[in-house]
């Protein structure tokens, strides 16, 4: 597999596939420093700069175009100009360069802020762009710390394949959990989380914590269970800056449940609400030829 790199930095992607046996046939990174590690670390690669200028047959032919274009304009905790903003817009040109290169498959990473960017309407572009060039795809939103990395880094992940939605979806999701079959059930356990037997979370606006046993309540950020989304007046656990303090994951409150867990849906007054997803479901995924 022969693949190209784009917003390079220093190469998370090599890293993660030099075992496999897969070759860059460029990479494309900008900043200064991260070209120095690159130009040391991989002399013999070619290394561009802006990648929109990269030509159709400028470099090796690729399987795979790879890149995770600035993520500044989706981010929550910026102003959230998505695809108006140039960097945002890095995205679409991601796809322009994806046609250009004739790569059979593509692998586009970046916050989860992007699927609430303008209402949704800034990521159901992006998809949609790799409808009109042929894609079939899949997303899905993993996070790091469950892959060995001491860390909660959440990321939405789109796989495309060229003509085929179900080998993009195969790449993402684990054949076992597509088959419809639960797992073996476990052994009957004694303990509850601690978190959870000590307080509890009001259903209502806000979900306020209700002092349960011994009149406890909890301050934010709250830690209510390391494998449950937690909710705490406004706050959004989307990003690392709401879980820096140590607490749980944080999802917006009050979450509405649509049953499906991706369904977008306005509720009267409040425009927000047609952004929000149930994000503890972890993954959606998308088949279109």
Request: net charge positive.
């Amino acid at each position: 597999m022969r693949y190209g790199s784009v917003c390079s930095g220093i190469e998370a992607a090599t890293a993660a596939w030099h075992s496999l046996g897969w070759k860059p046939s460029f990479f494309s990174e900008i900043e200064a420093f991260p070209r120095s590690v690159l130009a040391h670390h991989y002399p013999d690669v070619p290394l561009h700069g802006d990648f929109t200028t990269i030509g159709a047959d400028q470099y090796d032919s690729i399987d795979l175009l790879v890149g995770g274009t600035p993520c500044q304009s989706f981010s929550i905790a910026g102003l959230r100009g998505g695809l108006d903003d140039d960097r945002g817009n890095l995205a679409l040109e991601f796809l322009k360069l994806a046609q250009r290169t004739r790569a059979k498959w593509v692998v586009w990473e970046n916050v989860p802020g992007v699927l609430s960017s303008n209402g949704g309407r800034d990521f159901g572009a992006i998809l949609g762009g790799l409808v009109e060039l042929r894609y079939g795809f899949a997303y899905r939103v993993l996070d790091a710390q469950y892959f060995g990395v001491a860390q909660r880094r959440r990321r939405v992940f789109v796989v495309g394949c060229l003509g085929d939605a179900a080998s993009a979806a195969a790449v993402l999701f684990e054949r076992h959990s597509l088959q419809g079959h639960s797992a073996p059930r476990r052994e009957k356990g004694q303990a509850v989380a601690g978190a959870i037997a000590r307080c509890s979370f009001s259903g209502g606006a806000g979900g306020r914590p209700e002092g349960a046993a011994g009149n406890h309540f909890v301050s934010w950020p709250t830690d209510v269970a390391p494998t449950l989304n937690a909710a705490f007046g406004s706050k959004m656990g989307l990003e690392d800056q709401h879980i820096r303090g140590g607490g749980g994951l944080f999802v917006s409150s009050p979450m509405p449940d649509y049953g499906n867990g991706a369904t977008l849906r306005p509720r009267d007054g409040d425009a927000d609400s047609y952004a929000r997803r149930r994000v503890r479901s972890d993954c959606v995924s998308h088949y279109r030829q």
